[in-house]
């Protein structure tokens, strides 16, 4: 979500999927009654730095990394919200006020915040306490999320051992203090959420999220033997193939090999962004890809297609329709099919908004000149991205503001392994310095409230990036923005 939403929010009353919350110094005592409110119900989003009536009043600038990590960590605390959803909230800064953004998805699950379960109506949150009503709740989202199935006779010798490995990686490049690193496989898996109990039965187990993430290919076939993903290149032979890639593996993976395929198939072209060349295959087929096994219903027996014809790019896969027709940019609101398996990308770092399609909207403009993408919710959810020629006029994207343009140049200049979390920390942290003039390594860390190794490596990034430079005595000297620094935000203000 880009600044602009954000002021579209900001004008809306507090409703069903909206709430305002006064979060100067810390986060508000009945936060996490709001969200697992949402979590029950349909979602929605929780401005913190807000009064009830859209007035902004803002965070406090040296609470907001502790509040950032409060929220964090609470959200897997099980005491706080169970089951746990891990929520990483968005810093954004408007009329020189810093708001947090936390977008809460719907969740599979029914969630209790301090053992009481909350609902949300558009009066606010309520406590859920008759039997009848509970038991309304967990029907509505059994028979709506069909990734919560339970699979009592699954045992953790039905996944795949150097899975785990690769998921910490993932994750550890994301955020090297992320609370599930500290988790053996059984407890990572219970804290994902991909283990749990079906009321109705009373019988606990994995789920089918946990199958999808982590099972072994034999595991994936016995519980779901339609799952496959077939991506094929149409450019020639129309009725068959020119080349056909199939893949019935976990969707850790298969996301992998499908990124793999884009790389072997289609053009990357790029645009220059400041003096940065900016990957448009890559920024607009990772969110592609990521919405197709995200979004997926996986007990229908659909295949999923992922189709490369010469002028276009289809990708077909079965839904459970919120709705239905042609997705228009200004009303869409994402509404992730699978929360569990969106949580759990996120937390690889591989998603950011889930279902948003910015990123599309974006760079396909580039990508494709006077093109635009198509997203058509039915029972087949289909996405056309069309193949065109870039262009390669100008420095700048158009229509990006400051936020977005500072981190679109931190993103072009990390690695691709940096987290989505990382790459905005390091945006903050390039406009603090620009903003003060300079800033020491221990204001730096003291500000994000991160540790000092953490601290080190941001300033390794920001240096390899050409951003900034120490200068100064050893001790009492600064870190400043370098000539390339500096364009960036000249650049920028004109």
Known sequence: MDIKHIRKILQQPEGLRLEFKQA?????????????????REGGDILLGVKDDGTLVGVDADKVARITS?????????????????????????DDKRILHIAVPESSEVHRSAGIIFDRGHEGDYKVTQPSQIALLFNRKRNYYTEAIIYPGLTLADFKPELFTIVRNL?????????????????LLKIAGLYGRDTTTNTEGYNLAAVLL??????????????????????????????????????IEAYDQLMAFVEKHLPDKFFLQGDQRVSLRSYIFREVIANLIIHREYINAHPATFIIYKDRVEIINANNPHGNGLLLPEFFVPFPKNPLIAKFFIQLGRVDELGSGVNVYRFLKYYSPGQQPQFIEDKLFKTVIPIGEPTHEGREIPSI???????????????DAVSIQVRKRLTEELKLIQKQGGVTFGALIATFDIKRATGQRDIKQLKDAGLIIFSGADRSGKYILTEKGKELFSDIAK
Request: aromatic share 8%; proline share 5%.
């Open 24 to 40: 100067v110094s810390e986060l508000p005592k009945n936060l996490f009654e709001s969200i697992c409110a949402m979590l029950n």
């Open 70 to 94: 409060d929220l964090v960590n609470l959200s897997n605390n099980p005491s706080k919200l169970d089951p746990p959803f891990i929520l990483h909230p968005q810093l954004y800064t408007i």
């Open 171 to 187: 994750i550890r490049s994301n955020n090297v203090n992320h609370p599930w690193l500290r988790l053996d496989d059984e407890q």
């Open 214 to 251: 982590f099972g072994k290919d034999e595991t994936i076939l016995n519980v779901v033997s339609h799952y496959k993903i077939d991506a094929l290149v149409r450019r020639d032979d129309l009725l068959r193939y020119d080349d056909r890639l199939y893949i019935q593996t976990n969707l």
């Open 401 to 415: 503001t400051t936020d977005d343009a500072v981190n679109d140049a931190v993103n072009d200049a990390v690695n």
